[in-house]
C-alpha cells in the first residue's frame, strides 16, 4: 500500500483568532476545531494533511517552499495576505502541484478592497463564501485531482 500523499493546509494571519470573534462573518469553530476536522477529513479522503497557521508573511513563503519537498497539493487560506502580497503569489507559482485557495467570507460580496486575489493568480481552484466547510470540500479536490486519470491507463 502506498503512503498517503501530504497537503499542507495553510492558514494566514488573524486566523489564530477564528471562534473568538466576528463569527457573524467567520463562524463560531476555533482554528484547532478546523485543523481536526481537517485531519478527520482528509484522513477519510486517503491524504495526511500538515496544518499551519502564521501572522508572518515570510513565514508563510517559507512554509510553501517546504511544501515543495514535502507535499504533493497546498490548501490555502491567506488571510489578508490575498489581497497583498506578490510574495506568497510567487512560491506558489513555484510549488508544482494543486493549489487550492479558500476564504470562509463571500470575499466578492464584502468591501472592494477584497475582491480582488494575487493568490488566484497561482491558485488551480477557489472556494469562498462556505466557511470550513470550504476546506473540507478543498480536500475532497485535492483528492480528486490526485487521482491519476483513470482513462489515462487504458488501452
Ligand atoms: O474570508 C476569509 O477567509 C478571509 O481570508 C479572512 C481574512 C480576510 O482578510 C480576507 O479578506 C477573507 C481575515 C481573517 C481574520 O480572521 C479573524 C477571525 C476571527 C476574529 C478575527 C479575525
Redesign the pocket.
Known amino acids: 500500500m502506498s503512503a498517503a500523499a501530504t497537503v499542507y493546509v495553510l492558514n494566514?494571519?488573524?486566523?489564530n483568532?477564528?471562534?473568538?470573534?466576528?463569527p457573524e462573518?467567520?463562524g463560531g469553530e476555533t482554528l484547532g476545531d478546523l485543523e481536526a476536522a481537517c485531519v478527520e477529513h482528509g484522513g477519510a479522503c486517503g491524504l495526511a494533511v500538515s496544518f499551519h497557521q502564521s501572522n508572518h508573511e515570510g513565514e508563510i513563503v517559507e512554509t510553501i517552499h517546504r511544501a515543495r519537498e514535502e507535499a504533493a497539493a497546498i490548501v490555502i487560506?491567506?488571510?489578508?495576505y490575498?489581497?497583498t502580497s506578490v510574495a506568497i503569489m510567487d512560491a506558489l507559482l513555484a510549488f508544482d502541484g494543486p493549489v487550492i485557495e479558500?476564504?470562509?467570507?463571500n470575499?466578492h460580496r464584502?468591501e472592494e478592497f477584497?475582491n480582488h486575489s494575487y493568490v488566484s493568480k497561482a491558485a488551480t481552484g477557489v472556494i469562498?463564501g462556505l466557511g470550513t466547510k470550504g476546506y473540507l470540500l478543498a480536500l475532497d479536490a485535492v483528492a480528486d485531482l490526485l487521482v491519476p486519470d483513470a482513462g489515462d491507463s487504458e488501452g
Open positions: 494566514g494571519p488573524n486566523l483568532l477564528l471562534g473568538k470573534g466576528q462573518i467567520y487560506n491567506p488571510a489578508a490575498t489581497h479558500v476564504h470562509l467570507s470575499v464584502r477584497r469562498c
